[in-house]
């Protein structure tokens, strides 16, 4: 059986929560902002919400502080805040919107140059896997772009470049597994283009050398699977595709594949029968 002591530290427990319970309440309800509140205290509440990590609320909060405080520095700040807000609660189109908003009504605000860089950080975190729709990657790499030539002194200016190289790398990804799709349809004019789109418009990443040792091979496959009159063309262009990789990447770590593929090309031309001449009649 229970004793009247556990009793008595029971209601004690659960009067003590019943208490905490009403503070909280009642503190959130002040938190609040309220018809009549005037702007500065309307801006206070939200701000508050802001440093207690309330973010979805706090961004409500600043609306209404711009709403109802327009042309002033409260609705200023208010919209630099409600950004981060959107930011800071994950809804990253809502925040590239805000911070663009803030770029183009407060252009020459100290804020404006962070709020460059967090639009564009903003489409970076929309950016999603390599095989999906990469509208948002492109619309990343636009805005760090111009960040950097805006802002080129900025401490934020090399982290934009690293930012702009790992979309980079994710573009090329996407247009190297597309190559190898159609490479496993045995589609090989259509995974060539794709290895040379890999490779012109994505040269600095690591999927491009992948993609010319990858082009190499291709062509040799190619080659094999052609009727006789377009063998010698095709092995041919494995062997040119191997002078491109010792340009671009004299150093490359797949120069050794690279190498096995462009022998293969060599010996099936050496079995090939040599072209036949045309013959000429001579003048006598």
Not at 116 to 143: G, V, W
Not at 201 to 223: M, N
């Amino acid at each position: 059986m229970i004793s009247s002591l556990q009793k008595r530290n029971n209601w004690k427990l659960i009067l003590g929560l019943l208490a905490l319970i009403f503070l909280y309440t009642g503190c959130s309800h002040e938190a609040l902002i309220k018809p009549g509140d005037s702007i500065q205290v309307a801006y206070q509440k939200a701000f508050k919400m802001y440093q207690s990590n309330h973010y979805r609320d706090a961004a409500k909060a600043f609306k209404t502080v711009i709403n109802a405080g327009r042309g002033t520095n409260y609705a200023k700040n208010a919209h630099y805040y409600l950004a981060d807000s959107y930011f800071k609660s994950d809804q990253y189109l809502l925040a590239a919107n805000a911070y663009d908003r803030f770029i183009n009504l407060y252009p020459k605000s100290s804020r404006t140059q962070r709020a460059s860089f967090m639009e564009a950080k903003s489409y970076y975190k929309l950016s999603p896997r390599y095989n999906i729709d990469q509208t948002n990657t492109h619309k990343a790499i636009q805005k760090f772009n111009l960040f950097i030539s805006k802002y080129p002194n900025s401490d934020s200016a090399d982290v934009a470049g690293k930012y702009v190289t790992k979309m980079r790398t994710k573009l090329a990804h996407k247009y190297y597994n597309a190559a190898q799709l159609y490479l496993r349809l045995d589609q090989y004019k259509a995974a060539i283009i794709y290895y040379n789109l890999t490779v012109d418009q994505y040269p600095g990443t690591s999927w491009a050398e992948q993609a010319v040792v990858r082009k190499i091979a291709a062509y040799v496959e190619y080659a094999s699977r052609s009727v006789p009159s377009s063998k010698r063309k095709r092995y041919k262009k494995a062997v040119d595709a191997y002078q491109q990789y010792l340009q671009l990447f004299p150093k490359g770590k797949h120069r050794a594949q690279a190498k096995k593929n462009v022998q293969k090309a060599k010996a099936a031309l050496a079995d090939l029968k040599p072209q036949s001449a045309k013959k000429t009649s001579s003048v006598n």
